[in-house]
């Protein structure tokens, strides 16, 4: 891993057009400012690793998990 | 094409249902190529009704996929919101030209779904992208509806093929 030492109000650039500023620090919390085209997503990790899980857990789930699934939603659903 | 799955036995689909997901799935970013296959044909009854979920079957690996429903059906006030610039990425004008699903998983006998991270797909090129957003009303896990216990059903019977599998739109 690359490891940068920055102070406040410095910047680092990743590529031609992602920008990280250091906005501010106090204690153990540090402050980003990030410039991205749009197209880029820019998130917490620990929200990317939940939808991760969430995906491996899913990938789990086998047919027999799901008795008349869709008979069952018809009745249920607010739409049906 | 045929694509071999582990859920379905052999499943025979249409070259021009295959949806290919660019970036993968988080999790699965090897893995690009998926169809959609009802899930009423899991019975192998073959009826023409309409679902409410379907599963999310990988080209690539057999054993790779996930169950789907579109959020609307459960959810009332659930959007994706997606700036122009990623609308334009992914090859639409406007949500319009899209289909939203999210992933479904099952925590005890309760259905979820992963409504933080939805799928959209470019409907007419048939290719999709895993969103992260990043309103917290949406989790990973909205309870969509409850399942009754599932009745022991012989193995057998689980594992037989089921030759009527239909991939849908």
Same mark, same amino acid.
Do not use: C
């Given at each position: 891993?690359l490891?940068?030492?920055r102070?406040?109000?410095?910047?680092?650039?990743i590529?031609d057009?992602?920008?990280?500023?250091?906005?501010?620090?106090?204690?153990?919390?540090?402050?980003?400012?990030?410039?991205?085209?749009?197209?880029?997503?820019?998130?917490?990790?620990?929200?990317?690793?939940a939808i991760?899980?969430?995906?491996?857990?899913?990938?789990?789930?086998?047919?027999d998990d799901?008795p008349?699934l869709?008979?069952?939603?018809?009745?249920?659903?607010?739409?049906s | 094409?045929?694509?071999e799955?582990?859920?379905f036995?052999t *499943?025979?689909v249409?070259?021009?249902r @295959?949806? %290919?997901?660019?970036?993968g799935?988080? +999790?699965? !970013?090897?893995y690009? =190529?998926?169809?959609l296959i009802e899930?009423?044909?899991?019975?192998?009854?073959g009826t023409?009704?309409?679902s409410?979920?379907?599963?999310?079957?990988?080209v690539d *690996?057999p054993?790779?996929?996930?169950? @789907?429903? %579109?959020?609307?059906?459960f959810?009332? +006030?659930y !959007?994706v919101?997606v =700036?122009a610039?990623?609308?334009?990425?992914?090859?639409?004008?406007?949500?319009?030209?899209a289909?939203?699903?999210?992933i479904?998983?099952?925590?005890?006998?309760?259905?979820?779904?992963n409504?933080?991270?939805?799928?959209?797909?470019?409907?007419?090129?048939?290719?999709?992208?895993q969103l992260?957003?990043?309103?917290?009303?949406f989790?990973?896990?909205?309870?969509?509806?409850?399942?009754p216990?599932?009745?022991?059903?012989?193995?057998v019977?689980?594992?037989?093929p089921?030759?009527?599998?239909?991939a849908?739109?």
């Open positions: 891993m490891v940068l030492s102070q406040r109000d410095e910047t680092i650039m590529g057009d992602v920008e990280i500023t250091v906005v501010d620090v106090r204690g153990d919390k540090v402050r980003l400012g990030i410039n991205a085209p749009r197209s880029i997503q820019v998130h917490r990790k620990e929200v990317y690793d991760k899980r969430e995906n491996t857990a899913a990938s789990n789930v086998q047919i799901l008349s869709d008979a069952q939603a018809r009745r249920e659903s607010p739409r | 094409m045929n694509i799955t582990t859920r036995g *499943v025979t249409a070259d021009d @295959v949806m %290919d997901f660019p970036k799935l988080l +999790g699965f !970013s090897k690009r =190529h998926y169809v899930s009423g044909d899991t019975t192998g009854k023409a009704q309409e409410y979920f379907w599963w999310l079957q990988s *690996v054993e790779l996929a996930f169950i @789907v429903t %579109d959020p609307s059906l959810v009332s +006030g !959007s919101p =700036h610039d990623q609308l334009a990425s992914m090859g639409i004008a406007s949500m319009d030209e289909q939203v699903f999210v479904v998983n099952k925590i005890d006998q309760t259905l979820t779904g409504l933080q991270g939805p799928l959209v797909v470019n409907v007419q090129e048939r290719r999709g992208e992260v957003l990043s309103d917290r009303r989790t990973t896990r909205v309870p969509l509806m409850e399942v216990a599932a009745i022991a059903a012989p193995v019977a689980v594992q037989a089921v030759e009527s599998a239909v849908v739109a």
